[in-house]
């Protein structure tokens, strides 16, 4: 298996625009996670889905984000309108169980001008 | 804020001692695990201990846990300079439902 794949892998954009990011989890994991890290705020836990179903979206900042998992082979995390502070490194993971070992991608580093 | 909170939260040692970092948690976990964070990349796992395990070994890992003091450490011996990293630990809280990350402790190892 190939892992985790993200992409794009680094994307930079003016502030006010929207900006999708995309995740392909681990064929036969159940459990994707998306998550932010930032200097300031560390790793935060934005989102995560069992069986293509969002379960805790309490860590979404804000209503201009969103995710969504049409299937079990993708999902997206979309930014409408970005701003300077959303910019940051997004992980997406995924697991088999929601307690085990979560796979990462490389990430997407973002950067709102 | 997150749970999980790691000390130190920064480490610099020489390439050959041995690096110890603490993880603590607040409530009931069912398992306790580490990841490994090399600048600019992705999260990589390195060892799961489950509630009802003291300790476990993986290579030059040991990681301990204490359910009664609800710690865990993470000792890595001999370190070489390719263990230049952060490391967090990681748990799923079962009473509230999140998998939370620790602060995570950046560990440099001088050749």
């Known amino acids: 298996d190939a892992g985790v794949i993200q992409s794009p892998r680094h994307e930079v954009t003016e502030m006010g625009q929207e900006v999708t990011l995309r995740c392909k989890p681990i064929s036969g994991h159940d459990y994707l996670f998306w998550y932010r890290q930032t200097m300031m705020r560390g790793l935060e836990l934005l989102i995560y889905?069992?069986?293509?179903?969002?379960?805790?979206d309490s860590g979404m900042p804000e209503d201009r984000f969103s995710a969504k998992m049409p299937n079990a082979s993708f999902s997206t995390l979309k930014i409408q309108p970005s701003e300077p502070r959303d910019s940051a490194v997004y992980f997406c993971?995924?697991?088999?169980?929601?307690?085990?070992?979560?796979?990462f991608g490389p990430g997407t580093r973002l950067l709102v001008l | 804020s997150q749970q999980g909170e790691e000390d130190p939260q920064a480490l610099s040692i020489q390439e050959g001692e041995n690096a110890t970092m603490n993880c603590s948690y607040k409530t009931s976990i069912n398992n306790l695990q580490w990841y490994r964070q090399n600048s600019g990349r992705g999260l990589v796992h390195l060892i799961l201990?489950?509630?009802?395990?003291r300790e476990k070994h993986s290579g030059r890992l040991r990681v301990t846990l204490d359910t009664s003091k609800k710690s865990s450490s993470l000792l890595i011996t001999a370190s070489r300079a390719a263990d230049t990293a952060s490391y967090f630990c990681a748990t799923y809280y079962t009473g509230t439902y999140k998998y939370i990350f620790g602060t995570g402790t950046r560990l440099k190892v001088l050749a």
């Open positions: 201990i489950r509630s009802n395990e």
């Open positions: 993971a995924s697991s088999f169980r929601i307690e085990e070992t979560q796979y």
């Open positions: 889905f069992n069986n293509n179903v969002p379960i805790d």
